[in-house]
């Protein structure tokens, strides 16, 4: 605690004299209007404390106290439940599986090329969803090798719109 003795600095002879009985007097503006007010000084300390030790104002969170979800996942229909309950390892493995490849439009339309697949005609052959006359492929490759490389003149103008809004 601070002592009652004078040291000839003006500030510290300040904060001496609205030291009293563990109180500390205060007169300050806030927004404007004039408080006029006692704290308790222990109260104070132990909060000042607190924010020092416990770090209460910090809004960081450790990666382990959070959600390890991948939020993309999440929100994507295409990718199934156990890959949207991955909890991932750490910021930077999740940051690289967000930034990689796998939401990507290519991978996305793969997905459910590969859903539709499996619901239509799981030990069939794989058709292209744009052309209006069905056409046959053997493999997913095969389609999205046909799909890349048509165009309005080869398939048709509904084939590419098709193509164009599906991304």
């Not at 500390?24 to 806030?30: A, K, P």
């Not at 990689?100 to 997905?111: A, E, L």
């Amino acid at each position: 605690m601070l002592s009652k003795k004078d040291s000839g600095d003006p500030k510290t002879q300040l904060v001496d004299d609205s030291i009293q009985d563990g109180i500390i007097e205060t007169t300050d503006e806030i927004f404007g209007a004039s408080v006029v007010g006692e704290l308790p000084y222990l109260s104070l300390t132990e909060s000042f404390f607190d924010m020092i030790i416990n770090n209460t104002l910090s809004c960081a969170m450790r990666w382990d106290e959070g959600n390890q979800t991948c939020p993309l996942c999440y929100a994507d229909e295409s990718v199934v439940d156990t890959m949207k309950a991955k909890q991932w390892r750490s910021k930077s493995t999740l940051n690289d599986h967000i930034h990689g490849t796998f939401h990507s439009d290519y991978f996305i339309w793969t997905r459910r090329a590969k859903q539709r697949h499996a619901i239509e005609n799981p030990k069939g052959p794989w058709r292209c969803p744009y052309c209006t006359t069905p056409r046959q492929f053997a493999s997913l490759n095969n389609l999205v090798y046909h799909i890349k490389h048509s165009s309005a003149e080869t398939e048709g103008a509904d084939h590419q719109r098709m193509k164009e809004e599906d991304g």
